[in-house]
């Protein structure tokens, strides 16, 4: 059964840095694009980034361009989040997901072949 696990979340005061990790397994990671969305109560799963399953093309959501940097590790199965300059609206739970050949670009949550259980985020101002 394939396993995303996401760590790294927390509080952090506004300005601050975080790094979100997933952990994948039993999963052929490096055949794999690995993207977070985030999620806040109430509203629907917002897009934040995603790499493509070559590493090759990255792709950001407009609120966190800039800020964010995802990146990923096939010796370690594990994709990475780097979260600068965080702002109280950046509080959501953060899940990982991973689809199988993805190219990099943004898609519908639904697309996505497998989902963590998330982690939260909670910037403080």
């Given at each position: 059964?394939?396993?995303?696990?996401?760590?790294?979340?927390?509080?952090?005061?506004?300005?601050?840095?975080?790094?979100?990790?997933?952990?994948?397994?039993?999963?052929?990671?490096?055949?794999?694009?690995?993207?977070?969305?985030?999620?806040?109560?109430?509203?629907?799963?917002?897009?934040?980034?995603?790499?493509?399953?070559?590493?090759?093309?990255?792709?950001?959501?407009?609120?966190?361009?800039?800020?964010?940097?995802?990146?990923?590790?096939?010796?370690?199965?594990?994709?990475?989040?780097?979260?600068?300059?965080?702002?109280?609206?950046?509080?959501?739970?953060?899940?990982?997901?991973?689809?199988?050949?993805g190219?990099?670009?943004?898609?519908?949550?639904?697309?996505?072949?497998?989902?963590?259980?998330?982690?939260?985020?909670?910037?403080?101002s």
């Amino acid at each position: 059964q394939v396993r995303l696990v996401e760590s790294g979340g927390g509080l952090v005061q506004a300005g601050g840095s975080l790094r979100l990790s997933c952990a994948a397994s039993r999963l052929s990671f490096s055949s794999y694009a690995m993207g977070w969305f985030r999620q806040v109560p109430g509203k629907e799963r917002e897009f934040v980034a995603v790499i493509s399953w070559s590493g090759d093309r990255t792709s950001y959501g407009p609120s966190v361009k800039g800020r964010f940097t995802i990146s990923k590790d096939n010796a370690k199965n594990t994709v990475y989040l780097q979260m600068n300059s965080l702002k109280p609206e950046d509080t959501a739970v953060y899940y990982c997901n991973a689809e199988h050949l993805g190219t990099g670009w943004p898609k519908l949550p639904r697309d996505y072949d497998y989902w963590g259980q998330g982690t939260q985020v909670t910037v403080s101002s």
